[in-house]
């Protein structure tokens, strides 16, 4: 348990350490080429998918944090309400910030693009469980 806990939180300072590595460099970019308002977007771009990562894995900490014997599919249902909770928090800030915020969309994109793909590629480590164990 306490294994698993640790490498998630891990596995989240790592990820969100690429995220916003990745996004800062993509809003010096944006800032030298296009100027501070699209910079500003891209920032916010990213840290909506920031946001999304984090409320992901809160979820996923709140798992693993649970007893041993839970029911499987307890913990799929748990898994798949996080997935929806991230997919509307990141939805609605998308919104938020291309409409009520009147950010640049295109710089809102790139920057939600570029830390998304520092998600996808942080290659966090979950260890499994071994039968017997």
């Known amino acids: 348990m306490y294994q698993a806990r640790d490498s998630l939180r891990l596995a989240l300072r790592r990820t969100l350490t690429v995220q916003a590595s990745l996004t800062l460099i993509a809003a010096v970019i944006a800032l030298f080429t296009k100027g501070e308002h699209f910079a500003l977007a891209v920032v916010y771009g990213g840290a909506v998918t920031i946001v999304g990562t984090w409320l992901h894995a809160w979820r996923l900490l709140k798992i693993a944090v649970t007893d041993v014997d839970t029911d499987p599919s ?43 793909f520092g998600f996808l590629s942080a290659r966090g480590y979950a260890p499994r469980s071994k039968p017997g164990k």
């Open 74 to 116: 307890h913990v799929g249902a748990e898994v798949f309400k996080g997935a929806i909770l991230k997919l509307t928090a990141m939805i609605g800030l998308l919104a938020v910030g291309m409409g009520a915020l009147k950010l640049n969309p295109l710089g809102v994109l790139i920057g939600f693009t570029v830390a998304y």
